[in-house]
């Protein structure tokens, strides 16, 4: 399988371009992420902004993750989002400058002092591997006239960690033309030698749904505004967030394995969602279809059905703080996805990781994976890509893995995500949150070894293509827990007990702990109330702030 979905991408939209830039995204002023994800898209569409430029003559092919960072040189201004993306293009190098500054100009930045506040800047980092300098001949040697001028590889990068952190998410072990040293390498040197207080945090923003009437720019999808974002630490050990946010798990459906017919109406939704906020809850997710093993089909049409007027419900709350709560929509259909985020959802939870419940993947998992892409990117929202390998109670085999489980979903997540996230098209690394799937393709034990050892999915090691993404763990209630309770102890005392999901709240208890142990930056429960204590208690122990 390893290949198999980027390869079939790559035929959908080959590369035909011949160089490829590094651009660095900044903003402190306004809606930072709304205004980086602007300059992103006007990048993509050249002709809106130069003659003589095609339309497709710049595409953008990566991103890094998301950066709140605290400013450097100029200290009394706010915060800022920073991040990189890689494109690929056939313009050179100063009339791809020219291109930037338009942008910056189209986005709101005006002149302000050398590295003061700005609605948004952009800079050429890295073009190929070429050495560019457009000043004058006595100042190559020096850090100014800068002004106006185009200096690649950007002079102080080797200085700035809000440059190479992001740079080091895509393109680690490339050579830097001055300095021949790799960006992880002169990323290791610039952290060893930092003395600042606040440092970088990875943030993942949450766009506002229903849109708002604003400005919207020609020939582009409206940009939603995106005030609320979560917060991890950038760490190479357990990557840990600032705070670990609680999911309510709303199912509105009659036959989940835990709660079907129990919120599957109106009022019954609405009452749920609304304790559950009330009760500590960080985000809402509502599915109107059961992924449990034999689960009845349900059309698009009904799913929406199910979950669009839930939706409406909670954003029409009279209670400001169940009005304004982030809700996640669970889906596998794009239809779905983009109904209910334009009814108010803010996030899309995708228990296939795009690609649609056929396993092994085929063709026709590719083409899911691209619609899905598609509607994912157009409304800028988080997404959360969970492991599963069709059919939750079946194909769980591990045994072609060395590592077992946790190299299986190691690899085979991060070829989804990577698909996702690479060549045109793709979706913005910072909006993806990783699930490794508890429950879903596993056998007891190795669901036991994934919780133990969850940290490990995303460590940051060369090989692993889930390095660094936040995680969610969700193992409310699940079937495991009851193979679990149904075993006798070693020496007989306690002979077991067959439970139904509500009464698996205490061994619930243990995972969640155990989630966060490991770093789990969310928690998936049913129960908020009483969770939201275990939560409270076991980030404290493990020296959340």
């Known amino acids: 399988m390893v290949g198999f979905l980027a390869s079939i991408i790559r035929n959908v939209s080959p590369s035909t371009t011949k160089h490829s830039v590094a651009i660095a995204l900044g903003s402190n002023l306004g809606d930072r992420f709304a205004n980086i994800e602007t300059a992103l898209r006007l990048i993509e569409q050249p002709n809106q902004l130069l003659t003589g430029v095609a339309a497709d003559a710049v595409s953008v092919v990566d991103t890094s993750f998301m950066y709140e960072t605290a400013p450097m040189y100029v200290t009394d201004q706010p915060r800022f989002a920073n991040c990189a993306c890689l494109v690929e293009t056939n313009v050179e190098p100063r009339i791809l400058l020219k291109l930037l500054k338009r942008i910056e100009t189209t986005v709101g930045r005006v002149p302000s002092i050398q590295n003061g506040p700005r609605a948004v800047d952009l800079d050429i980092i890295l073009y190929d591997n070429e050495i560019v300098d457009t000043r004058a001949e006595g100042l190559r040697d020096t850090l100014d006239g800068l002004a106006d001028e185009l200096v690649v590889p950007h002079p102080r990068m080797a200085e700035r960690e809000f440059v190479l952190r992001p740079l080091a998410d895509m393109i680690p072990e490339f050579l830097h033309p001055v300095h021949k040293k790799s960006i992880r390498t002169l990323l290791d040197d610039v952290v060893r030698q930092s003395t600042v207080d606040s440092p970088m945090l990875k943030v993942t923003p949450f766009a506002d749904y229903p849109l708002a009437e604003t400005r919207q720019l020609p020939g582009m999808h409206q940009v939603p505004s995106m005030g609320r974002y979560w917060s991890t630490h950038c760490s190479n050990d357990i990557q840990r967030p600032t705070k670990v946010r609680l999911m309510a798990t709303l199912n509105a459906t009659p036959d989940s394995f835990s709660d079907g017919s129990v919120n599957n109406t109106l009022s019954a939704a609405l009452t749920y969602s609304a304790t559950s906020v009330r009760a500590g809850a960080d985000i809402v997710d509502i599915g109107g279809y059961s992924t449990r093993p034999g689960a009845a089909f349900v059309s698009p ?64 998992s590719a083409m899911h994976l691209l619609k899905m892409r598609e509607v994912a990117r157009k409304l800028a929202v988080p997404v959360i890509l969970m492991h599963s390998r069709g059919d939750a109670g079946s194909n769980k085999d591990y045994s072609q893995y060395k590592g077992g489980v946790l190299e299986g979903v190691r690899v085979e997540l991060g070829e989804k995500v990577e698909a996702i996230i690479k060549g045109k098209g793709g979706v913005r690394r910072w909006f993806v949150i990783i699930d490794p799937g508890i429950g879903f393709s596993k056998t007891v034990e190795a669901n036991c070894a994934l919780l133990r050892d969850a940290s490990s999915v995303i460590a940051n090691t060369p090989t692993n293509l889930l390095a660094g993404y936040p995680q969610l763990i969700g193992p409310s209630r699940k079937s495991f827990l009851g193979a679990i309770l149904e075993r006798p102890d070693a020496d007989g005392t306690y002979k077991g007990r067959k439970t139904q999901p509500k009464e698996r709240e205490w061994a619930t208890v243990a995972t969640v702990a155990c989630a966060i142990q490991q770093g789990a930056s969310i928690v998936r429960v049913h129960n908020v109330q009483d969770m939201r204590d275990v939560v409270a208690v076991a980030s404290a122990i493990w020296s959340y702030p």
């Open 301 to 364: 049409e009904e799913e929406c059905q199910r979950i669009v007027p839930v939706i409406q419900a909670i954003r029409s709350h009279e209670d400001q703080d169940v009005g304004s709560a982030l809700i996640s929509i669970d889906t596998f259909r794009w239809e779905v996805a983009e109904a209910a985020v334009l009814a108010g959802a803010n996030c899309i939870n995708d228990v296939y990781s795009f690609t649609g419940p056929e396993y092994p993947l085929t063709q026709t």
